[in-house]
């Protein structure tokens, strides 16, 4: 049984950090690329980084850019999103999804963890 588990989310200050992880279990880790998605009330759902199988490469939407850095650990089944500067902006529910990227490139999503930046 597949589980994707978001934790890490939280009220802070702007400029504030925080840092969410992504716990994997019942895939094999190392063939799912990663993805950080965000999704604000009333918004669509939005990418937000990526990061391939053996981490060396790295996207980003242009809005969190220099803010925020993607990283994982195959050893320990676990995607990371460190978030700095945060701002009121970035406020929304946070989604980690796995992509497997060989046939039948399976897709799975975790239940999300809400970010709020406020003062």
């Known amino acids: 049984q597949v589980h994707i588990v978001e934790s890490g989310g939280g009220l802070v200050q702007p400029g504030g950090s925080l840092r969410l992880s992504c716990a994997a279990s019942?895939?094999?880790?190392?063939?799912?690329?990663m993805s950080w998605y965000r999704q604000a009330p009333e918004k669509e759902r939005e990418l937000v980084a990526r990061i391939t199988i053996g981490g060396s490469t790295t996207i980003y939407a242009d809005s969190v850019k220099g803010r925020f850095t993607i990283s994982r650990d195959n050893v320990k089944n676990t995607v990371y999103l460190q978030m700095n500067s945060l701002k009121p902006e970035d406020t929304a529910g946070y989604y980690c999804?796995?992509?497997?990227?060989?046939?039948?490139?399976?897709?799975?999503w975790g239940q999300g963890t809400q970010v709020t930046v406020s003062s």
């Open positions: 019942g895939i094999i880790f190392s063939n799912y690329a």
């Open positions: 999804n796995g992509r497997d990227i060989f046939p039948p490139y399976r897709d799975y």
